[in-house]
T-cell receptor, first 110, second 116 residues
Framework: LAKTTQPISMDSYEGQEVNITCSHNNIATNDYITWYQQFPSQGPRFIIQGYKTKVTNEVASLFIPADRKSSTLSLPRVSLSDTAVYYCLVGATGYSTLTFGKGTMLLVSP | EAGVAQSPRYKIIEKRQSVAFWCNPISGHATLYWYQQILGQGPKLLIQFQNNGVVDDSQLPKDRFSAERLKGVDSTLKIQPAKLEDSAVYLC??????????????FGSGTRLTVV
């Protein structure tokens, strides 16, 4: 399994764009990059998944450079409710077990 | 679509007692997972079921933890006897089918266990 490294914590203010970068230097050819969000007292929730270039949905964007050794989760105009832990995971399409790191604790302030 | 249901929501027991957690996955999801999440850490996989068969239980402390998924639907995770270090949130997740990618995991809200 490709190991991921992401910041332990980040601080932001409401209305700002937040970018969380995850490093995965030994990502394999068939690995996808997936991000999950976890609020206190809840289970993790799928946000976005990508393989290369850029993926966008109604919640976030995911930027993946050509070498795929890192990825950046972008949250546009965050609000207080975006305060959560964000996990970056890497795994192959046919490999269905999620292995979590410690994640990034994002704190959004007024 | 109903989510993954877990009960109880909270549980406090004394060390050396036993405890059981229940999970009802999303209808039609063949794969079920139990994760343990200690405060400040990411979830750690304990066991994975495909229908009613165990796919991966390599990180399950089998001397005290057991899990079953009868009829390939609901699942129960048991701890007997509990230790102080078992204090954690126990998360259940389900997905359509192993091998269809790491999309489609849905987690329940978990059971918070406190061992005193």
């Amino acid at each position: 399994l490709a190991k991921t490294t992401q910041p332990i914590s980040m601080d932001s203010y409401e209305g700002q764009e937040v970018n969380i970068t995850c490093s995965h230097n030994n990502i394999a050819t068939n690995d996808y990059i997936t991000w999950y969000q976890q609020f206190p007292s809840q289970g993790p929730r799928f946000i976005i998944q990508g393989y290369k270039t850029k993926v966008t949905n109604e919640v976030a964007s995911l930027f993946i450079p050509a070498d795929r050794k890192s990825s950046t989760l972008s949250l546009p105009r965050v609000s207080l409710s975006d305060t959560a832990v964000y996990y970056c995971l890497v795994g192959a399409t046919g490999y269905s077990t999620l292995t979590f790191g410690k994640g990034t604790m994002l704190l959004v302030s007024p | 679509e109903a989510g993954v249901a877990q009960s109880p929501r909270y549980k406090i027991i004394e060390k050396r007692q036993s405890v059981a957690f229940w999970c009802n996955p999303i209808s039609g999801h063949a794969t079920l997972y139990w994760y343990q999440q200690i405060l400040g850490q990411g979830p750690k996989l304990l066991i994975q079921f495909q229908n009613n068969g165990v796919v991966d239980d390599s990180q399950l402390p089998k001397d005290r933890f057991s899990a079953e998924r009868l009829k390939g639907v609901d699942s129960t995770l048991k701890i007997q006897p509990a230790k102080l270090e078992d204090s954690a949130v126990y998360l259940c997740a389900s997905s359509l089918l192993a091998g269809t990618g790491i999309l489609g995991y849905t987690f329940g809200s978990g059971t918070r266990l406190t061992v005193v």
